[in-house]
T-cell receptor, first 110, second 113 residues
Framework: AQRVTQPEKLLSVFKGAPVELKCNYS??????LFWYVQYSRQRLQLLLR??SRESIKGFTADLNKGETSFHLKKPFAQEEDSAMYYC????????????FGQGTTLQVKP | GAGVSQTPSNKVTEKGKYVELRCDPI?????LYWYRQSLGQGPEFLIY????????DSGLPNDRFFAVRPEGSVSTLKIQRTERGDSAVYLC???????????FGSGTRLTVV
């Protein structure tokens, strides 16, 4: 079965601390993985995707096929990073539909 | 328009009533998706349109749910005989070229009382 698991509902860190938001997936194939972010009172937006291998707002994520993980990392958290983060998977085929995890709330304290 | 527009932003309806939720995608985006997000959960896929046709409706929970996109742009999600369990935020997203990222609307919060 296709599944995305984000084990932490809430992650609370102090400003300047490293952040790692965990994401594990289950998929029998070669999925495409994404991180979406929703800031307070804003719509869901794409943060990054694994095929781009880019860093957005200081965040990076590496796809580890052996561990079926796609953890989101940032070395030094900022208060403006506080938001809800969703990991999502898109399977093979052209539909592009996404399977989302339950989300992790990141709270960065001053 | 500049983004994906969803109307209404909030809808309160009585159990058993019929509701329609509208999505106006980014102009020229051929792919359109509907998702449902219940409290404390991630979005769950409902239906995908490529142009005017529903290419994948495997996420619709039952036959009370139906969606159309008659001219390949605006889409309407229709829910008959609403139940309290239908209460959720209904999200619409559109996408241009294959492999491009989604653009989400701000959602319609449906409350069935």
């Amino acid at each position: 079965a296709q599944r995305v698991t984000q084990p932490e509902k809430l992650l609370s860190v102090f400003k300047g601390a490293p952040v790692e938001l965990k994401c594990n997936y289950s998929y029998s194939g070669s999925p495409e993985l994404f991180w979406y972010v929703q800031y307070s009172r804003q719509r869901l937006q794409l943060l990054l995707r694994h095929i781009s291998r880019e860093s957005i707002k200081g965040f990076t994520a590496d796809l580890n096929k052996g561990e079926t993980s796609f953890h989101l990392k940032k070395p030094f958290a900022q208060e403006e990073d506080s938001a809800m983060y969703y990991c999502a998977l898109s399977g093979t085929g052209n539909t592009g539909k996404l399977i989302f995890g339950q989300g992790t709330t990141l709270q960065v304290k001053p | 328009g500049a983004g994906v527009s969803q109307t209404p932003s909030n809808k309160v309806t009585e159990k058993g009533k019929y509701v329609e939720l509208r999505c106006d995608p980014i102009s020229g985006h051929t792919a359109l998706y509907w998702y449902r997000q219940s409290l404390g959960q991630g979005p769950e896929f409902l239906i995908y349109f490529q142009g005017t046709g529903a290419a994948d409706d495997s996420g619709l929970p039952n036959d009370r749910f139906f969606a159309v996109r008659p001219e390949g742009s605006v889409s309407t999600l229709k829910i008959q005989r609403t139940e309290r369990g239908d209460s959720a935020v209904y999200l619409c997203a559109s996408r241009g070229q294959t492999g491009g990222g989604y653009t989400f609307g701000s959602g319609t919060r449906l409350t069935v009382v």
